[in-house]
């Protein structure tokens, strides 16, 4: 690694521009043979990440880079220690960028800052590696397993590993709907689906009959490999706020946390179905017919005509809320029907805790009425508080589209936001 012009570089601007932990860094990096006694170990990493991104922004690659990156002989408390490591990161790619072993291209993009347009300038590093990732990646056959080590470069305790393996112990299968015909109508009811440049007027590098054939060999992965193992075990991760997400996230059409349609596409381990369930199906399958309501009412006005009216042909679906709503009645009315058949059901549900901001409100405010909107205020009758905002303010719309307005106030959604919502 030739590091001529960066220390001549540093040694031209230091005393002048520098703070006195980013001289440190410089110091111990160019004066002190760091690099020189971690050269092997860097060239390894570099290497190992070069191989992994095709293209990467700068700011993106010096953060993988920096989580790497051995420990640095700095007498300062862990933030600081976490900064020298991304000061050093960014040092080393710095060198490589200046003795031409990665080569990098500037591109001056457009945006948006307070409604009006803008331009800045981003570096990419034109990297050695693929482009292509593994798209089975967190998708196992072996339970347990758990792939993250650091969470913000400090590594994850006992419990926090412990609590990442048993999430990845829960086996899992692709539901029998999931077949070509309706993985290939969700991808083609995707928004990007026929869009040929980007968001800054830019032509796509990849043309659209290009897309249909990747997104249509996606299809073929999901039917072909993962839906005939008998056992999917998914591991886990925490993200940068400390929710734990799954790892399995490049395969479209079963991404565990992708639209609806897609999660629909997972079920859990097949058992008999009790009372209970049958009282949470009916519900399932009302509320998806007939709006929001309590788990109560929508037994007390259940008929088993409901369960006819329910099953609409899937792939006459014209959008991807459409497409999962109608998969998430017909999984409903075939576990409600096996529960009456005494047949066991491997189907899975997930419930949605209603307005979690909402009810954070109502208890920093000690607000009633935000817990009445949150169902937690002990009234008999069922609130919909995006329906009592839509009453509120005389918006005449159905749920979703009131549901999308609310969203967008309650969580500070900037008014160009909310225009686009009300026109969209």
Known sequence: ???????????????????????????????????????????????????ENGECLLAAFVNKLAIRLPKLSVNRHEYDKEKAKKIAALLIVSMMMDSGDIEFEDRHESGTKDGKKVFYTRTYL??????????????????????????????????????????????????????????SLGYSLKKDWNKTKDKNGRKLKELPV??????????????????????????????????????????????????????????????ILTDEDATVLRWIIYSSLHGKCSVEEANDKFEAS?????????????????????????????????YYDGVENASLFGFDLTNSGLIMNAVSYHSG???????????????????????????????????????????GGTPERLQEVLQG
Not at 2 to 29: C, P
Request: hydrophobic share 35%.
């Open 210 to 271: 290009v897309k249909r054939k990747r997104y249509y060999e996606m299809a073929d992965k999901v039917v072909d490999t993962v839906k005939r193992l008998p056992a999917i075990y998914l591991s886990a991760k925490y993200c940068g706020r400390k929710r734990v997400y799954y790892d399995f996230a490049r395969l479209d059409g079963i991404r565990p946390h992708g639209k609806e349609w897609e999660v629909s596409m997972w079920d859990g381990v097949p058992r």
């Open 126 to 183: 034109l990297l050695t590696g693929s482009k292509k990732k593994d798209q089975y990646r967190g998708c196992n056959i072996e339970q347990g397993l758990v792939f993250q080590c650091f969470y913000r470069g400090i590594k994850h305790t006992a419990d926090e590993k412990g609590f990442l393996s048993t999430l990845a112990m829960e086996p899992f299968k692709l539901n029998p709907l999931c077949i070509r015909e309706i993985l």
């Open 369 to 411: 009425k935000m817990l009445e909107g949150a169902n937690l205020s002990g009234l008999e009758h069922y609130v919909d508080s995006h329906m009592r905002f839509g009453e509120i303010f005389g918006i005449k719309l159905c749920r979703d589209d009131i549901k999308k307005i609310h969203m967008e106030v309650l969580h």
């Open 306 to 338: 409901y369960i006819a009216l329910a099953m609409k042909p899937i792939l006459e679906s014209d959008s991807e809320d459409e497409l999962g709503k109608r998969i998430r009645l017909h999984k409903a009315c075939k576990a409600l029907q096996d």
């Open 1 to 51: 690694m030739n590091i001529s012009k960066t220390l001549i570089a540093f040694e031209n601007r230091y005393k002048d521009d520098f703070d006195s932990l980013e001289e440190k860094v410089h110091k111990l990096l160019l004066d002190e043979d760091w690099i020189v006694n971690n050269q092997k170990r860097i060239k390894k990493i570099v290497k190992k990440l070069m191989k």
